[in-house]
């Protein structure tokens, strides 16, 4: 029996759950595996900063306080089990503490020059690498979005991308000259003519993995010398509306570009800029 059936198992004949009260952990439980790529018996390759960037996207997709909590909940009851039931694992990455009712916390971005210094390593590993990362800072698409790309969705006259993003809404953001040259530069090295840019190493016919995509960004932060804790695809996306709300973007374009529903979702990013701004004033201005 696998660890999961095991674990369900356990909340029916020892907690004595009821099928209506397991059905949210399971679902909140799967939901996570498959962000990540992975399925619920692949328990020794979750992270913690794997946790962290699920929980970061919830909140960036608008999800309640009380939806991410429940999933938090779930995460830490099925790691909890494999640790003190199962035995299995010698430590829980649930780490990650509930959302409280002060909301959502300011998400993490890179400075500019961070950012440059990435992309610079990212030239010396790969050029497939150095693609990946202009295409999560320079696109404002989501690891999922980019991930999914296929050489139809972009449109090479315009410097245009279409991504197909959540909830079946669909957008079309451009990217810089300099991404579709590296684009084409790409495809023609690979002979990739069409189907997904960035096709699985070990199945055919799928995407890369996020988790692959994660891994990339931290060893390009290690080896860059920077702190790999504090770099992942979703930092790119939230860097690329913080510097564009910082260069006077209208927060309606940012809306638009990432993909939110709700302006509100957007409205965080101009906190940042708020607080660059009264940096920047304190630092220069003769008054202060």
Known sequence: MSYFAKYITYLKNEKALSDNTIKPYTKDINT??????????????????QIKEFVNNLSESGKSRSTINRKIASLKSYFTYLVE?????????????????????????????????????????????????ELLYGSGGRVSEVANLKVEDIDFEEAFIHIFGKGRKDRDN?????????????????????????????KPGHHM?????????KVLAAEAGLDASKVSPH???????????????????????????????????????????RKNFEQFHPLS
């Open 235 to 277: 930092v790119f996306r939230h860097s690329y509306a913080t510097h564009m709300m910082d260069n006077g973007s209208d927060m309606a374009q940012v809306q638009q570009l990432l993909g939110h529903e709700s302006i509100e979702t957007t409205q965080i990013y101009a906190h940042i800029n708020k607080g660059v701004k």
């Open 85 to 133: 039931e199962l035995e299995v694992l010698d430590r829980s990455p649930t780490t990650i503490k509930s959302i409280t009712k002060r909301g959502r916390s300011l998400p993490k971005f890179l400075p500019q020059f961070v950012v440059s210094t990435i992309i610079e390593e990212s030239k010396k590993k790969s050029l497939k690498s150095q693609l990946i990362i």
């Open 174 to 202: 451009p990217i810089h000259k300099s991404c579709i040259t590296l684009l084409d530069r790409y495809l023609k090295e690979t002979g990739i003519e069409s189907g997904y840019i960035f096709p699985h190493r070990d």
């Open 32 to 49: 996570f595996f498959e962000y990540i790529g992975s399925n619920p018996d692949s328990i020794e390759s979750v992270t913690k900063d």
């Open 209 to 217: 993995d996020r988790r692959s995509i994660l891994k990339l960004s």
